[in-house]
């Protein structure tokens, strides 16, 4: 069974890096093809797709946001990591982890549950 | 980017009957090589996560139930529920992954009228 989980503070200040970690299990980052998306949704509006990695290590990042954005994998520890910096109001949102690539198309067919971030001072 | 844009932003439909829901891209996401829309439907409940129902525009993902169905190509793409059911109220996102920056497009709130 593939699952995803993401985790991270739920709370934080203007100005301050969000780190988020998402575990995965029951596949692997390594097998050719494979990629892991960070998503976000702000309350009660549209889904926002934030940065890619890839089983090769390729990396890709919204163009809006590319510059607070730093996406990472351990790949013996199932996990893919997301920084943002610079987090502001704005940016409060629910952050979903989503797997692609799963060998029939490169649609997102597995989500985690998501986490709400709020950003407040 | 290439920008997603749905319509209806809501739609109230009476139980049994049809439901269309329509997807724009700015430019097509037809791959010519091997002639895939590069078109995702997801379904997403209050509280939960968006859920895949069809790639490639038309394919239904495994478990999804047969009264949904994709169509299109190109640019233009349409989801139908061919008979609501009350468990089919929800918000319906279009996304395009022909990109390596995908985007979705802003949501259709379904309700039942």
């Known amino acids: 069974q593939v699952t995803l989980k993401e985790s991270g503070p739920a709370l934080v200040k203007p100005t301050q890096t969000l780190t988020l970690t998402c575990t995965f299990s029951?596949?692997?980052?390594?097998?050719?093809?494979?990629?892991v998306s960070w998503i976000r949704q702000p309350p009660g509006k549209a889904l926002e797709w934030l940065a890619r990695?890839?089983?090769?290590?390729?990396?890709f990042y919204s163009t809006s946001l590319k510059t607070r954005l730093t996406i990472s994998k351990d790949t013996s520890k199932n996990q893919v990591v997301l920084t943002m910096t610079n987090m502001d109001p704005v940016d409060t949102a629910t952050y979903y982890c989503?797997?692609?690539?799963?060998?029939?198309?490169?649609?997102?067919?597995?989500w985690g549950q998501g986490t709400m971030v709020t950003v407040s001072s | 980017d290439i920008v997603m844009t749905q319509s209806p932003d809501s739609l109230a439909v009476s139980l049994g009957e049809r439901a269309t829901i329509n997807c724009k891209s700015s430019q097509s996401v037809l791959y010519g090589s091997n002639n895939k829309n590069y078109l995702a439907w997801y379904q997403q409940k209050p509280g939960q996560p968006p859920k895949l129902l069809i790639y490639w525009a038309s394919t239904r993902e495994s478990g999804v139930p047969d009264r949904f169905s994709g169509s299109g190509s190109g640019t233009d793409f349409t989801l139908t529920i061919s008979s609501l059911q009350a468990e089919d109220v929800a918000v319906y996102h279009c996304q395009q992954y022909y990109s390596t920056r995908p985007t979705f497009g802003q949501g259709t709130k379904l309700e039942i009228k």
């Open positions: 989503a797997r692609a690539g799963s060998g029939t198309s490169d649609a997102f067919d597995i």
């Open positions: 029951g596949f692997s980052l390594s097998t050719s093809g494979r990629r």
């Open positions: 990695i890839d089983w090769d290590d390729g990396k």
